[in-house]
């Protein structure tokens, strides 16, 4: 999957076909809600848990997270073990383009990843 890492660590969202500010959300799935494919890694020396939110910033909406497509929650959570490599795939959905924001948090973090949604594929 090629994309843009979003993050200060130790864990990352890897968006597929992002760019440094732009997240697109190219799979129209059923009841108008956009998806992407989003793999969480972190560091392989991060050892905890990982709970991920969501919300639109410029107007009423939410961020919507799944395990799989379609994403149908308001939320991820999960742990990490020491191992190498962890990874952990998911989706992301929105019902609209606008300014979104994720708040990931996890055993000695937190951080915000603020990025333009559009629908449809990152156009140049």
């Known amino acids: ?66 395990p799989v497509v379609p994403p149908e929650l308001t939320g991820l959570s999960w742990s990490f073990p020491a191992i190498n490599g962890n990874f952990e795939p998911s989706a992301a959905g929105i019902l609209a383009a606008g300014c979104y924001q994720w708040n990931v948090v996890g055993t000695g973090f937190a951080h915000r990843i603020v990025f333009r949604a559009t629908m449809g594929s990152v156009s140049a």
């Open 1 to 66: 999957m090629l994309g843009t890492a979003f993050g200060r660590g130790p864990v990352f969202a890897i968006v597929s076909g992002a760019s440094a500010e732009i997240v697109p959300f190219p799979t129209r799935l059923p009841a108008g809600v956009f998806a992407n494919k989003v793999a969480w890694v972190s560091r392989p020396s991060y050892v905890g848990s990982v709970e991920v939110t969501g919300r639109r910033l410029d107007a009423p909406g939410k961020a919507l997270f799944g």
